[in-house]
């Protein structure tokens, strides 16, 4: 089992003929992802080879649904399109839209994401500004590295990219249902809680791993979801103890004001819900490890 995408999952690429789209294509194809063709108006007809395996490029979302049956996109598409791109795959009635675009304007997010609700949610946005999610040997929607880690139970939400790869790569020997990263911008779509929901009633996942980072709110609520509907272990590592105040920190959403936001305000939220927090990566890495250890 998996969360949001599997095996049988087929796959679209909105901005598969571009450089950042060519390449991360080939790498998910390689990794075994049904992809079945890209978007591209000025290119629709063209058919692309990717080392052997030649994908059409169609029009528009909806030409390539109606003709491949995709209920997944991945969106290569530069911030200043992205908006439109996005908005184009709501109003196709796909499934799952994977944003890994950096640097959209996050009025240009607040306005996709306000689209996605205002037509009754049928379409899950995940990122902006994220590595996409993988579930190892079934299916890779995004940029993450497919070798670094199998198939196995534990479930990861992320917002840093890095910390996911690290993550997946220092638990290796147990593997993953599905690692998700949810971008780090201000407004993101799938967030913490959605995806601790899905991992909760993904019968596959035994055991959780967190990563937050300072700035907002986000793991403060995750925190307190935990506590009242999460039955799985889950542990947790918070990016940023040493940021200075006031200062953005690599992610456009990680900036603390005051005490809100402050990687010490969500570790003790996140423990008080009984969620064992580590120090570093490789800290909550090995509390992970002893967790799985105990369950067999």
Not at 38 to 55: C, I, Q, S
Not at 149 to 163: D, E, F, P, Q, Y
Not at 223 to 229: I, L, M, R, T, W
Request: glycine letters at 14%; one cysteine or more; charged letters at 20%.
């Amino acid at each position: 089992m998996a969360i949001f995408i599997t095996k049988d999952s087929k796959v679209i690429v909105q901005g598969m003929t571009g450089a950042e789209g060519t390449k991360h294509t080939k790498r998910m194809l390689a990794s075994g992802t049904n992809i079945v063709g890209g978007v591209n108006p000025r290119k629709a007809g063209e058919k692309v080879d990717f080392d052997g395996t030649v994908l059409p490029v169609f029009g528009s979302v909806a030409e390539a649904m109606e003709a491949t049956g995709a209920d997944v996109t991945v969106i290569f598409v530069p911030p200043a399109f992205a908006k439109a791109a996005v908005i184009e795959a709501i109003d196709a009635g796909i499934g799952l839209a994977v944003v890994i675009t950096e640097g959209i304007p996050v009025h240009d997010t607040a306005a996709f994401w306000a689209h996605a609700v205002a037509t009754g949610n049928k379409t899950r946005i995940i990122g902006p500004n994220c590595p996409g999610l993988i579930s190892p040997g079934q299916s890779n929607a995004g940029i993450i590295p497919a070798n670094i880690s199998g198939a196995g139970k534990i479930g990861l939400v992320s917002k840093s990219g890095t910390l996911t790869y690290q993550m997946m790569y220092e638990l290796r020997d147990f593997g993953f249902s599905t690692a998700i990263g949810i971008g780090g911008d201000p407004i993101i779509g799938t967030t913490h809680i959605d995806a601790l929901a899905a991992f909760e009633a993904d019968p596959d996942t035994a055991a959780i791993v967190m990563i937050g980072e300072i700035g907002g709110d986000a793991e403060e609520r995750a925190a307190a979801y935990v506590k009242e509907n999460v039955t799985k272990p889950v542990v947790g590592y918070v990016a940023g103890f040493t940021a200075p105040e006031g200062k953005t920190m690599g992610h456009a959403g990680a900036i603390v004001s005051g005490s809100a936001g402050t990687a010490q305000a969500k570790k003790e939220a996140l423990e008080a819900a009984g969620v064992k927090v580590g120090k570093t990566p490789s800290e909550t890495a090995a509390l992970m490890r002893e967790i799985m250890q105990s369950i067999g």
